[in-house]
């Protein structure tokens, strides 16, 4: 069984956020994320995006603001 629990990681411990229905001592294993920080030179992630799209003729922003509607809405 996998139960989602939100916790506070405090003095060494994590602390459920809600009451849990678990017997005392029971072993869990908890699954922490890796937060991804944004680039110092790219915090928007912009550049990145435009080197990986490429193929958008114009660039990423090109394509995303002046011809919002036309990628959008093709027929």
């Known amino acids: 069984m996998v ?3 939100k916790a506070i990681y405090e003095d060494g ?3 459920p956020k809600e009451p849990l ?3 005392e ?4 294993e908890v699954l ?3 937060t991804s920080q944004p680039d110092d030179d790219d915090p928007t992630g912009f550049t990145a995006a435009d ?5 958008i003729k114009g660039g990423l922003k090109e ?3 002046e ?3 036309t990628h959008l809405y093709r027929r």
């Open 3 to 5: 139960t989602a629990v």
């Open 13 to 15: 411990v994590f602390k």
């Open 21 to 23: 229905q678990l017997e």
């Open 25 to 28: 001592r029971t072993e869990v």
């Open 32 to 34: 922490i994320p890796i």
């Open 51 to 55: 080197e990986l799209i490429g193929f």
């Open 63 to 65: 394509a995303v603001g």
């Open 67 to 69: 011809q919002h509607d």
